[in-house]
């Protein structure tokens, strides 16, 4: 089994002060969507990584989440050249493995760059309980200090009250080792209502801690209760509405955003490249997978950010009507 917890990714989504037909709130300006991204500086503790003296934390604030925006579109860069080509090595060295059946995750060794454009690789020996545990216990740090930070009017440009945040409710979706942080979150900070984990074993989070808040595990195909040592443990303690999806034909990458970026790269259309690709993003179509999980999402954060008006019965009824979704386990399945 490849290792589940390799990727880290997390987000915050944030309910909606003003309006009940979003899940997140409308930007201020005079568009319906908005990107702001900046950097956060914690300068109470020290980068537990780098050793350097503050923690530094670039973060993007995206409104509204979904389709509901309409504006003229405007093309933005994806990711700075840095990135892009690290990621770029990174396929290349997968496509031309193809015929190797142990392929390692791209994202083991992530990549974070700098608004001044320096960069810090992640570290690929997170992989005892010692270091998963506190690579989890540092992003519910992070979490904790962005949220302050967002909430506090004074800070630079005050941007979660210009962007109408409601950081007193939010909830959180996670990736891999993202997902055992969004669970610590939950668990941890009554902010959170609720949360979702893409296809992350648990190791690193408190896996027997009971909580009573709405969670979804959404695997991927490699992945059910039977595989990941730490999913039936983790199924037992959650005491509310909870909900174990599987996205049929995909792999632990699906839920990255490379399977979309492959599809525009024109590289599915290289003989032999998806092949290589498989065992890391599946065979489902990459757009297909990616409106699956933002229809699947989306219908969670509006059941846990509804306070009750809207039933759990209704991610259901979103995940019954998307072919590529398998109703593994659940509150009223
Ligand atoms: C981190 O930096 C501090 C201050 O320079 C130093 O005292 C400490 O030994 C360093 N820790 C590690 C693990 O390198
Ligand atoms: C869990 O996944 C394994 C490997 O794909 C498979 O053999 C097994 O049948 C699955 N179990 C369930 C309950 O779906
Ligand atoms: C569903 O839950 C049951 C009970 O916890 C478990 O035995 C089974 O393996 C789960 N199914 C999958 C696909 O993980
Ligand atoms: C998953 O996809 C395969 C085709 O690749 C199909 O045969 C199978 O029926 C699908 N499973 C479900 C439960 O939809
Ligand atoms: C994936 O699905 C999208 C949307 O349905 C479609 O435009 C695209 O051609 C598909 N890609 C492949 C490789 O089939």
């Not at 959170?192 to 074993?201: K, N, P, R, T």
């Not at 595989?227 to 839920?255: C, E, M, R, Y």
Request: aromatic share 8%; glycine share 8%.
């Amino acid at each position: 089994m490849a290792p589940l917890m390799t990727l880290l990714s997390l987000s915050a989504a944030f309910s909606s002060l003003a309006s009940s037909r979003t899940i997140v709130s409308q930007p201020n300006g005079p568009l319906g969507v908005s990107l702001v991204n900046m950097q956060l500086v914690d300068s109470s503790r020290r980068d537990p990584y780098s050793n350097a003296s503050e923690r530094v934390l670039p973060i993007s604030i995206i409104s509204p989440i979904g389709p509901s925006a309409s504006c003229d579109q405007v093309v933005q860069p994806y990711m700075d050249d840095t990135t892009a080509s690290y990621w770029e090595k990174a396929f290349t060295s997968l496509y031309d493995l193809s015929i190797s059946l142990n392929v390692d995750i791209p994202g083991q060794d992530n990549i974070v760059t700098y608004a001044d454009g320096s960069v810090q690789y992640g570290n690929s020996n997170i992989v005892t309980d010692a270091q998963l545990t506190s690579a989890v216990g540092v992003r519910v740090q992070d979490l904790d200090f962005v949220f302050k930070s967002l909430s506090l009017p004074s800070k630079d440009l005050a941007v979660g009250n210009y962007l109408n945040l409601a950081t007193s409710s939010a909830g959180i979706f996670g990736h891999s080792l993202g997902g055992a942080a969004a669970l610590s979150a939950i668990i941890n900070d009554k902010r959170f209502l609720g949360g979702a984990d893409f296809d992350g074993g648990f190791d690193g989070s408190p896996s027997t801690v009971q909580t009573n808040k709405p969670f979804l595990i959404f695997a991927s195909a490699d992945h059910n209760q039977s595989n990941v040592p730490s999913w039936p443990i983790v199924w037992q303690n959650l005491d509310g509405w909870k909900l174990q999806l599987q996205l049929n034909n995909s792999a632990h990458g699906t839920f990255f955003d490379l399977p979309i970026l492959v599809e525009l790269y024109g590289i599915d259309n290289i003989p032999g490249a998806m092949q290589g690709l498989a065992s890391v993003l599946g065979t489902i179509n990459g757009t297909k997978a990616m409106d699956s999980i933002v229809r699947v999402t989306r219908a969670f954060f509006q059941f846990i950010f509804s306070h009750g008006k809207i039933d759990g019965r209704s991610v259901i009824d979103v995940a019954k009507g998307l072919e590529d979704i398998i109703i593994s386990n659940g509150t009223g399945v």
